[in-house]
Protein backbone atom coordinates (compact mmCIF):
# COMPACT_ATOMS: atom_id res chain seq x y z
CA UNK A 1 0.00 0.00 0.00
CA UNK A 2 0.87 3.67 -0.21
CA UNK A 3 0.40 5.30 3.06
CA UNK A 4 0.51 8.94 3.94
CA UNK A 5 0.84 10.81 0.83
CA UNK A 6 -0.08 14.12 2.30
CA UNK A 7 -1.25 17.48 0.11
CA UNK A 8 0.69 20.37 -0.35
CA UNK A 9 -2.30 22.75 -0.99
CA UNK A 10 -6.19 23.12 -0.76
CA UNK A 11 -5.93 21.93 -4.51
CA UNK A 12 -3.81 18.66 -3.49
CA UNK A 13 -6.88 18.33 -0.73
CA UNK A 14 -9.55 18.17 -3.52
CA UNK A 15 -7.52 15.36 -5.60
CA UNK A 16 -7.05 13.90 -2.05
CA UNK A 17 -11.11 13.91 -1.89
CA UNK A 18 -12.38 12.70 -5.11
CA UNK A 19 -9.22 10.20 -5.30
CA UNK A 20 -10.82 8.47 -2.62
CA UNK A 21 -14.17 8.30 -4.55
CA UNK A 22 -11.87 6.16 -6.71
CA UNK A 23 -10.74 3.75 -4.15
CA UNK A 24 -9.28 5.45 -1.53
CA UNK A 25 -5.46 3.97 -0.46
CA UNK A 26 -3.34 2.12 -3.05
CA UNK A 27 -4.45 -1.39 -2.13
CA UNK A 28 -2.71 -3.75 -4.21
CA UNK A 29 -5.64 -6.09 -6.29
CA UNK A 30 -5.23 -8.38 -9.35
CA UNK A 31 -8.43 -10.53 -9.11
CA UNK A 32 -10.15 -9.24 -11.76
CA UNK A 33 -9.96 -7.90 -15.21
CA UNK A 34 -9.71 -4.55 -15.89
CA UNK A 35 -12.81 -2.59 -16.17
CA UNK A 36 -13.97 0.91 -16.95
CA UNK A 37 -17.44 1.04 -16.81
CA UNK A 38 -18.43 -2.18 -14.68
CA UNK A 39 -18.06 -4.88 -17.15
CA UNK A 40 -15.27 -7.06 -17.68
CA UNK A 41 -12.39 -6.92 -20.02
CA UNK A 42 -12.09 -3.21 -21.21
CA UNK A 43 -9.55 -1.24 -21.53
CA UNK A 44 -8.33 1.78 -19.63
CA UNK A 45 -9.43 5.18 -21.55
CA UNK A 46 -8.45 5.49 -24.34
CA UNK A 47 -5.09 8.50 -24.47
CA UNK A 48 -7.25 11.79 -24.78
CA UNK A 49 -5.96 14.72 -27.21
CA UNK A 50 -4.29 17.81 -25.41
CA UNK A 51 -6.01 20.37 -24.05
CA UNK A 52 -5.63 23.37 -26.02
CA UNK A 53 -2.08 24.64 -24.37
CA UNK A 54 -1.82 28.11 -22.72
CA UNK A 55 0.58 30.77 -23.50
CA UNK A 56 3.75 30.21 -21.15
CA UNK A 57 3.03 31.51 -17.91
CA UNK A 58 28.53 22.43 -23.09
CA UNK A 59 26.74 21.83 -20.20
CA UNK A 60 27.62 21.49 -16.67
CA UNK A 61 26.44 19.56 -13.78
CA UNK A 62 25.74 23.15 -12.21
CA UNK A 63 23.82 24.48 -15.23
CA UNK A 64 21.87 27.24 -14.75
CA UNK A 65 19.26 28.21 -17.41
CA UNK A 66 18.76 27.50 -20.41
CA UNK A 67 19.31 30.59 -22.81
CA UNK A 68 15.67 29.59 -24.30
CA UNK A 69 14.03 28.78 -21.84
CA UNK A 70 11.38 25.78 -21.58
CA UNK A 71 8.62 26.12 -24.05
CA UNK A 72 6.09 26.08 -21.49
CA UNK A 73 5.49 26.53 -17.61
CA UNK A 74 5.56 23.44 -15.34
CA UNK A 75 1.26 22.44 -14.51
CA UNK A 76 1.04 19.95 -12.29
CA UNK A 77 -2.55 19.99 -11.81
CA UNK A 78 -5.73 21.27 -13.72
CA UNK A 79 -9.48 20.84 -12.69
CA UNK A 80 -10.30 20.81 -16.07
CA UNK A 81 -8.48 17.33 -16.91
CA UNK A 82 -10.28 14.35 -16.83
CA UNK A 83 -10.78 11.39 -14.03
CA UNK A 84 -10.86 8.05 -15.12
CA UNK A 85 -13.73 6.01 -14.79
CA UNK A 86 -14.26 3.60 -11.62
CA UNK A 87 -12.76 -0.09 -12.55
CA UNK A 88 -10.79 -2.94 -11.40
CA UNK A 89 -6.75 -2.16 -10.78
CA UNK A 90 -4.79 -2.56 -13.90
CA UNK A 91 -0.74 -2.79 -14.58
CA UNK A 92 -0.08 0.42 -16.78
CA UNK A 93 3.49 0.63 -18.26
CA UNK A 94 4.61 4.15 -18.99
CA UNK A 95 7.69 4.01 -21.46
CA UNK A 96 8.96 7.88 -22.12
CA UNK A 97 10.77 7.58 -24.72
CA UNK A 98 10.26 4.37 -26.56
CA UNK A 99 12.68 4.88 -29.38
CA UNK A 100 11.96 1.92 -31.61
CA UNK A 101 10.21 -0.01 -28.61
CA UNK A 102 12.85 -2.32 -27.27
CA UNK A 103 12.56 -1.03 -23.93
CA UNK A 104 8.51 -2.37 -24.21
CA UNK A 105 10.21 -5.73 -25.50
CA UNK A 106 12.68 -5.99 -22.30
CA UNK A 107 9.71 -5.29 -20.29
CA UNK A 108 7.80 -8.22 -21.90
CA UNK A 109 10.44 -10.63 -21.51
CA UNK A 110 10.90 -10.94 -25.48
CA UNK A 111 14.38 -8.98 -26.49
CA UNK A 112 16.78 -11.02 -27.73
CA UNK A 113 19.21 -7.62 -26.97
CA UNK A 114 18.58 -6.91 -23.27
CA UNK A 115 17.02 -8.82 -20.18
CA UNK A 116 16.00 -6.23 -17.15
CA UNK A 117 13.32 -7.49 -14.51
CA UNK A 118 10.40 -4.38 -14.16
CA UNK A 119 8.42 -4.73 -11.20
CA UNK A 120 5.03 -4.82 -12.29
CA UNK A 121 3.56 -6.18 -8.55
CA UNK A 122 1.26 -8.87 -8.65
CA UNK A 123 0.50 -8.01 -12.32
CA UNK A 124 1.87 -10.38 -15.20
CA UNK A 125 4.04 -8.33 -17.92
CA UNK A 126 1.96 -9.02 -20.54
CA UNK A 127 -1.27 -8.26 -18.94
CA UNK A 128 0.15 -4.39 -18.56
CA UNK A 129 -1.44 -1.78 -20.49
CA UNK A 130 1.49 -0.10 -22.22
CA UNK A 131 2.00 3.98 -23.50
CA UNK A 132 4.33 3.88 -25.43
CA UNK A 133 6.03 7.85 -25.89
CA UNK A 134 8.13 8.57 -28.29
CA UNK A 135 9.13 12.40 -30.26
CA UNK A 136 11.47 10.91 -33.24
CA UNK A 137 9.39 10.02 -36.08
CA UNK A 138 12.08 7.69 -37.72
CA UNK A 139 10.54 5.57 -35.07
CA UNK A 140 6.86 5.64 -36.02
CA UNK A 141 6.35 2.28 -38.00
CA UNK A 142 8.55 0.23 -35.14
CA UNK A 143 6.25 1.63 -32.47
CA UNK A 144 2.46 1.07 -34.63
CA UNK A 145 3.89 -2.18 -34.97
CA UNK A 146 3.13 -3.33 -31.34
CA UNK A 147 -0.07 -1.31 -31.34
CA UNK A 148 -2.51 -3.54 -29.71
CA UNK A 149 -6.01 -2.73 -27.75
CA UNK A 150 -3.48 -2.51 -24.11
CA UNK A 151 -0.82 -1.05 -26.25
CA UNK A 152 -1.16 2.59 -27.52
CA UNK A 153 1.80 3.90 -28.96
CA UNK A 154 2.03 7.89 -29.03
CA UNK A 155 4.52 8.96 -31.94
CA UNK A 156 5.70 11.88 -32.65
CA UNK A 157 5.19 13.14 -28.96
CA UNK A 158 7.44 14.14 -25.97
CA UNK A 159 6.63 13.79 -22.66
CA UNK A 160 6.84 17.32 -20.62
CA UNK A 161 5.63 18.89 -17.63
CA UNK A 162 2.87 20.93 -19.75
CA UNK A 163 0.99 20.97 -22.83
CA UNK A 164 1.80 22.25 -26.23
CA UNK A 165 0.42 20.93 -29.68
CA UNK A 166 3.45 22.47 -31.72
CA UNK A 167 6.98 22.13 -30.92
CA UNK A 168 10.26 21.84 -32.32
CA UNK A 169 12.42 18.57 -31.69
CA UNK A 170 16.28 18.60 -32.73
CA UNK A 171 16.82 14.81 -33.74
CA UNK A 172 20.89 13.21 -33.44
CA UNK A 173 21.59 12.81 -37.06
CA UNK A 174 25.74 11.87 -35.58
CA UNK A 175 24.53 9.37 -33.17
CA UNK A 176 23.66 5.83 -33.96
CA UNK A 177 19.69 5.96 -34.00
CA UNK A 178 19.48 8.97 -32.73
CA UNK A 179 19.93 8.25 -29.27
CA UNK A 180 20.90 12.04 -28.06
CA UNK A 181 17.80 13.76 -29.95
CA UNK A 182 16.19 15.92 -27.68
CA UNK A 183 13.78 18.88 -26.71
CA UNK A 184 16.69 20.79 -25.32
CA UNK A 185 19.03 22.47 -28.57
CA UNK A 186 22.15 22.72 -26.10
CA UNK A 187 21.96 19.15 -25.97
CA UNK A 188 26.05 17.73 -27.03
CA UNK A 189 24.08 15.51 -29.76
CA UNK A 190 22.14 18.07 -31.20
CA UNK A 191 23.87 21.47 -30.97
CA UNK A 192 25.68 21.44 -34.13
CA UNK A 193 23.23 20.06 -36.60
CA UNK A 194 20.07 21.74 -35.10
CA UNK A 195 18.01 19.49 -37.55
CA UNK A 196 14.65 19.74 -36.01
CA UNK A 197 10.92 18.41 -36.39
CA UNK A 198 7.56 19.13 -35.35
CA UNK A 199 6.16 17.17 -32.34
CA UNK A 200 3.23 17.91 -29.39
CA UNK A 201 4.36 17.99 -26.31
CA UNK A 202 2.40 15.67 -23.35
CA UNK A 203 1.83 16.96 -19.82
CA UNK A 204 3.28 13.13 -18.10
CA UNK A 205 0.92 14.97 -14.50
CA UNK A 206 -2.10 14.72 -16.88
CA UNK A 207 -1.09 11.68 -18.66
CA UNK A 208 -0.62 9.79 -15.17
CA UNK A 209 -3.99 11.63 -13.60
CA UNK A 210 -6.94 10.76 -17.01
CA UNK A 211 -5.59 6.77 -17.38
CA UNK A 212 -3.87 6.00 -13.75
CA UNK A 213 -6.52 4.67 -10.56
CA UNK A 214 -4.70 5.50 -7.02
CA UNK A 215 -5.02 1.57 -6.68
CA UNK A 216 -2.98 1.00 -10.18
CA UNK A 217 0.40 -0.47 -10.41
CA UNK A 218 2.11 2.30 -12.49
CA UNK A 219 5.22 1.56 -13.69
CA UNK A 220 7.21 4.63 -15.09
CA UNK A 221 10.66 4.30 -17.91
CA UNK A 222 11.81 7.38 -18.27
CA UNK A 223 14.84 8.06 -20.89
CA UNK A 224 14.29 11.29 -22.68
CA UNK A 225 17.92 13.10 -22.85
CA UNK A 226 17.30 15.85 -20.51
CA UNK A 227 14.13 17.01 -20.19
CA UNK A 228 13.65 14.56 -16.64
CA UNK A 229 15.44 17.48 -15.70
CA UNK A 230 12.64 19.63 -16.25
CA UNK A 231 9.88 16.79 -15.40
CA UNK A 232 10.70 15.69 -12.41
CA UNK A 233 10.98 18.67 -10.08
CA UNK A 234 7.54 19.69 -11.58
CA UNK A 235 5.79 16.33 -10.95
CA UNK A 236 7.25 16.27 -6.86
CA UNK A 237 4.92 18.82 -6.63
CA UNK A 238 2.01 17.28 -7.77
CA UNK A 239 -0.30 15.05 -6.70
CA UNK A 240 0.09 12.80 -9.78
CA UNK A 241 3.11 11.94 -8.43
CA UNK A 242 1.01 9.75 -5.66
CA UNK A 243 -0.35 7.51 -8.49
CA UNK A 244 3.27 5.89 -9.71
CA UNK A 245 5.09 3.06 -7.75
CA UNK A 246 8.43 3.05 -9.70
CA UNK A 247 10.22 5.30 -11.72
CA UNK A 248 13.21 3.67 -13.99
CA UNK A 249 15.16 6.96 -14.70
CA UNK A 250 18.19 7.34 -17.27
CA UNK A 251 19.49 10.66 -15.91
CA UNK A 252 21.33 12.60 -18.63
CA UNK A 253 24.13 14.44 -16.32
CA UNK A 254 24.63 12.25 -13.56
CA UNK A 255 27.91 14.48 -13.05
CA UNK A 256 30.33 16.32 -14.73
CA UNK A 257 32.11 13.49 -16.37
CA UNK A 258 28.85 13.12 -18.79
CA UNK A 259 26.15 16.33 -19.08
CA UNK A 260 24.80 16.83 -22.58
CA UNK A 261 22.04 18.28 -21.10
CA UNK A 262 20.45 19.42 -17.86
CA UNK A 263 17.10 20.12 -19.52
CA UNK A 264 15.58 23.98 -20.25
CA UNK A 265 14.05 25.18 -17.32
CA UNK A 266 17.03 25.89 -15.31
CA UNK A 267 16.80 23.51 -12.73
CA UNK A 268 20.04 23.04 -11.14
CA UNK A 269 21.24 19.58 -9.81
CA UNK A 270 21.01 20.41 -6.45
CA UNK A 271 16.79 20.94 -7.25
CA UNK A 272 17.17 17.94 -9.28
CA UNK A 273 18.00 15.63 -6.79
CA UNK A 274 16.06 17.37 -4.53
CA UNK A 275 12.64 16.23 -6.36
CA UNK A 276 14.08 12.97 -6.35
CA UNK A 277 14.25 12.73 -2.57
CA UNK A 278 10.68 14.14 -2.68
CA UNK A 279 9.39 11.93 -4.75
CA UNK A 280 10.99 9.14 -2.87
CA UNK A 281 9.44 10.75 0.20
CA UNK A 282 5.96 10.35 -1.24
CA UNK A 283 6.17 6.35 -1.97
CA UNK A 284 7.87 5.87 -5.62
CA UNK A 285 10.56 3.82 -6.22
CA UNK A 286 13.43 5.22 -8.36
CA UNK A 287 16.17 2.30 -8.53
CA UNK A 288 19.38 3.53 -8.71
CA UNK A 289 21.59 3.43 -11.58
CA UNK A 290 19.01 2.66 -14.63
CA UNK A 291 19.94 2.59 -18.01
CA UNK A 292 17.57 2.14 -21.04
CA UNK A 293 18.81 -1.03 -23.61
CA UNK A 294 20.46 0.16 -26.47
CA UNK A 295 18.89 0.08 -29.84
Request: proline fraction near 7%; glycine fraction near 6%; include cysteine.
Amino acid sequence: MKLGRCALSVTLLWWQACSALHGGLRARHADQPLANDGSNGSKPNPVPLPFSPKKPSSVSANATASSSGPPCQCEVFNQAWKWPHKRAPACLFIDLGAADGETYLAFTQHSKKWSFNYDTGPFKKEDCFAYLMEANPKFNMNLEHFRTSRVYPMTKTAAYMCDKTSETFYLDSTGPSGWGSSLDDKHEAVKTSKQGVDVKLYNLMRLLQENALPEDTVVVKMDIEGAEYDILPCLANSPAASLVDTLYLEDHCPGDWWCPTTGQAGNTKEVFNQALLKLRARGVTIPNGYWSPML
